[in-house]
């Protein structure tokens, strides 16, 4: 069946291509771009389970003893992909292009072809399917680093995704995990863990998260709720959404309100960029002496605002969403780890909003589940210092060969030393 819509889709395109020329039509042009996409995620489908149809060009001379009469040859070098010509500099720059730089892969085709290089699109998207299989254990063992018990930041954003048949999209989702406990003096790495979901529905963070015990810091969404009432979760909400809100009404039209709770939320984070990088305990003292106070305050200056305004206001519906989540709102007092925000979080989706401005939409889930899958490798290298492009080289170089039972020596902060001293 796959086979089968990959050919339709092939002359599906092609016939389109023939109407589009001479003429401009943004919906012919948009329609190209969907159909172009889902063919990669199909043959990137193919190419994680079958790997690579294409022989590798490779000369190993033979040799004969007279002596003993044998003939010996060489061991033909590792390939990230059994049976393929690519090597890990052209595999890591290929994906970097797509998953980094959000270029899909009819694009990167061309940009060759203006090279005088013949990359077909439907080669490259096997070698990207072949790729997410390769690091497939690679990415289980970054997960289970980022959920391990202590503090996580979560958030997601919006995946516009094609449906099969019918040409219309459908809004999955890309839920980011991120460890990150550097603004406290931490020494551990930081990492990020990127999953996809067809839809918003709470059993995904919830099954994420089956077995994180520690900080949660999210969001309002009414799905990560099971993961507090358990027992294991403890809530930390984030104040940029709060002030967000204000922000936005202040803009529109400055009033008294807004103007001085941007003012109190301000002095929130002048405390925190004092104390940023600091120990925990020292974090937590300086909270409780000065920013608990001003968050009382606070508490009892909103509250006292609701009685002035209209109850079906803008700025009314700003103060309860502060109001309804504020014990969330005030856990970072408490414990020095927790962040005032989660901006931790919501960073580490900046790539992932960049490229579905860039190419609108995947081609399937499974090309969300891939994607997913490279935003963990490649975030987590940039959060490390690390080169994305230099650390999937490396990657790709020996994962083929390597101990399953060491995958851990691969994870970015273990190669990062090494990488610097090469780029040096």
Same mark, same amino acid.
């Given at each position: ?21 001479? @003429? ?5 042009? @948009? ?6 996409? %889902? ?31 044998? /003939? ?39 940009? #060759? ?22 690091? %497939? ?39 980011? #995990? ?42 309002? #969404? ?30 529109? %039209? ?49 509250? /006292? ?64 589940? @891939? ?14 210092? /690390?080169?994305?492009?230099? #650390? ?14 060491? /995958? ?17």
């Amino acid at each position: 069946m796959r086979t089968l819509e990959i050919e339709q889709l092939k002359l599906q395109i092609a016939n389109l291509r023939r109407m589009q020329f001479g @003429r401009k039509s943004e919906k012919l042009d @948009r329609k190209i771009e969907q159909l172009e996409t %889902r063919l990669e995620d199909l043959i990137a489908e193919d190419g994680a389970t079958e790997q690579t149809e294409t022989a590798p060009a490779l000369t190993r001379r033979k040799k004969a003893c007279a002596c003993c009469d044998r /003939i010996v040859q060489a061991p033909a070098p590792s390939r990230p992909i059994e049976r393929g010509i690519a090597g890990p500099g052209l595999l890591a720059q290929i994906l970097v292009a797509k998953f980094a730089d959000h270029q899909p892969l009819y694009r990167q085709s061309a940009i #060759y072809a203006r090279d005088g290089v013949e990359l077909d699109r439907s080669t490259m998207a096997r070698w990207v399917g072949a790729c997410g299989a390769l690091v %497939r254990p690679l990415v289980e063992t970054l997960q289970r680093y980022v959920l391990m018990p202590g503090k996580v930041h979560s958030d997601d954003t919006t995946m516009p995704v094609l449906a099969p048949g019918n040409g219309q999209t459908k809004t999955g989702r890309m839920w980011v #995990y991120v460890r990150d406990d550097t603004r406290s003096g931490s020494a551990a790495a930081p990492a990020a863990w990127f999953a996809y979901t067809p839809n918003r529905q709470g059993i995904h963070p919830q099954t994420h998260l089956a077995n994180f015990s520690g900080v949660l810091q999210a969001d309002a #969404y009414a799905g990560y709720d099971k993961v507090f009432t358990d027992g294991n979760g403890r809530e930390a909400a984030c104040m940029a959404p709060a002030r967000r809100k204000i922000h936005d009404l202040h803009v529109r %039209r400055a009033t008294v309100t807004t103007t001085e709770a941007l003012r109190r939320i301000g002095q929130l984070y002048a405390i925190e960029e004092q104390i940023r990088g600091q120990p925990p305990d020292w974090r937590k003292r300086i909270r409780q002496e000065q920013s608990r106070p001003l968050l009382d305050d606070f508490e009892v200056w909103l509250r /006292i605002r609701l009685l002035t305004l209209s109850t079906q206001s803008d700025t009314t519906k700003a103060i309860n969403y502060m109001l309804n989540q504020w014990q969330a709102l005030v856990y970072y007092c408490g414990d020095g780890i927790a962040e005032i925000d989660n901006n931790i979080a919501e960073n580490a989706l900046r790539g992932v909003a960049l490229g579905r401005k860039n190419f609108m939409f995947l081609g399937s889930d499974s090309g969300g589940e @891939r994607a997913a899958a490279m935003y963990s490798l490649i975030v987590s290298a940039k959060l490390n210092g /690390i080169d994305p492009k230099a #650390y999937l080289r490396h990657v790709l170089t020996h994962i083929a060969d390597h101990q399953i039972n060491r /995958i851990t020596d691969l994870l970015p902060w273990n190669i990062a030393s090494k990488l610097k001293r090469q780029a040096d």
